[in-house]
């Protein structure tokens, strides 16, 4: 049988751009705090990264990206300027509406932006708004939610003129809730509700079976790699601080032995964890869960044949 082969990388942030896979349902209406104080925000906040845009890549025009951040603007791409000697992010204004879209890496429960075009509207997929004016003292606007937010849109449509979208210093990552650690998530993926998890060695999508001749180790065993946000970047460090559990309702919970924690590639949000697959792990439908420092994840599906 052909192994149903899949580059884990151009996948994953395929995937991201066009929204199908995340690590929750995302919400039109969810509870959020806003903020106009970028010190507040950051003690709302917890594994934040920040991009501020004074390196990007000589092909963001044809990519806009930076570090699993898309932006997306009415204009066209969205390009770098310097001014006061920082660079920035400006989407200009088409005719009587600005509009740029930034497209946030799963799991981001916190986002906030220096925004100095006014007067304009920044809102998140969750639902909140926030219009800035040129009479506002603050140029930052930062949301935390509940639920993950999808995205943030800067945008005004009024008759003319119209200002340009200028943004710095975008940061994102997850709501601080009391002094609790975040919690880990498992992608999964929006169109089929499946588990984004890969075989280690082929890569191939399940269903997956736990001895496989496909093998790196002379045991047999398969490996599976599953991708995790919601958490800093993994790293071999965290490895004893992290199980992997199977379980369903007709068997006592299975325990995947983890074999490496990591980040993936240069991204600051998200880590693979691999585990192997052990003879307890019989044919059937399981849920998977990814404990981080004591802290528990979503339950995922994963079939075995």
Same mark, same amino acid.
């Given at each position: 049988?052909?192994?149903?082969?899949?580059?884990?990388?151009?996948?994953?942030?395929?995937?991201?751009?066009?929204?199908?896979?995340?690590c929750g349902?995302?919400? #039109?209406?969810?509870?959020?705090?806003v903020f106009r104080d970028r010190a507040?925000?950051?003690?709302?906040?917890?594994?934040?990264?920040t991009i501020d845009f004074e390196s990007v890549r000589p092909d963001f025009d044809q990519q806009p990206e930076i570090n699993g951040v898309f932006f997306r603007s009415l204009s066209g791409p969205a390009r770098i300027i310097s001014s006061g000697g920082s660079k920035?992010?400006?989407?200009?204004?088409?005719?009587?509406?600005? #509009?740029?879209?930034?497209?946030?890496?799963?799991?981001?429960?916190?986002?906030?932006?220096?925004?100095?075009?006014s007067p304009m509207i920044v809102t998140t997929s969750t639902g909140e708004s926030v219009t800035m004016e040129q009479s506002d003292s603050s140029r930052f606007v930062g949301f935390t939610t509940q639920q993950p937010m999808e995205y943030v849109r800067i945008f005004f449509d009024f008759p003319e003129p119209t200002f340009d979208a200028i943004i710095d210093n975008l940061s994102f990552g997850q709501r601080r809730a009391a002094n609790e650690p975040p919690a880990p998530q498992i992608l999964v993926t929006n169109n089929t509700g499946r588990?984004?998890?890969?075989?280690?060695?082929?890569?191939?999508l399940e269903?997956?079976?736990?001895?496989?001749?496909?093998?790196? #180790?002379?045991?047999?065993?398969?490996?599976?790699?599953?991708?995790?946000?919601?958490?800093?970047?993994?790293?071999?460090?965290?490895?004893?601080?992290?199980?992997?559990?199977?379980?369903?309702?007709?068997?006592?919970p299975v325990n995947l032995p983890c074999?490496?924690?990591?980040?993936?590639?240069?991204?600051?949000?998200?880590?693979?964890?691999?585990? #192997?697959?052990?003879?307890?792990?019989?044919?059937?439908?399981?849920?998977?869960?990814?404990?981080?420092?004591?802290v528990k994840s979503n339950l995922v599906p994963l079939h075995i044949q």
């Open positions: 049988m052909p192994l149903r082969y899949i580059s884990p990388m151009r996948f994953l942030f395929t995937a991201v751009l066009v929204g199908l896979i995340y349902a995302w919400s #039109s209406s969810v509870s959020a705090t507040t925000f950051n003690n709302a906040s917890q594994n934040l990264s920035m992010l400006l989407a200009s204004t088409v005719g009587e509406i600005t #509009s740029l879209y930034v497209f946030l890496p799963p799991g981001t429960t916190a986002v906030g932006v220096d925004q100095f075009g588990t984004l998890v890969l075989d280690s060695v082929t890569n191939e269903p997956f079976s736990v001895a496989t001749s496909h093998n790196l #180790s002379s045991d047999g065993r398969r490996r599976l790699t599953f991708i995790v946000v919601g958490v800093a970047a993994l790293t071999d460090a965290d490895k004893p601080f992290v199980t992997v559990q199977a379980e369903d309702a007709q068997h006592p074999e490496a924690t990591t980040r993936v590639g240069t991204y600051s949000w998200m880590s693979q964890v691999t585990v #192997s697959l052990p003879d307890a792990l019989l044919p059937g439908d399981w849920n998977v869960s990814v404990t981080v420092r004591g």
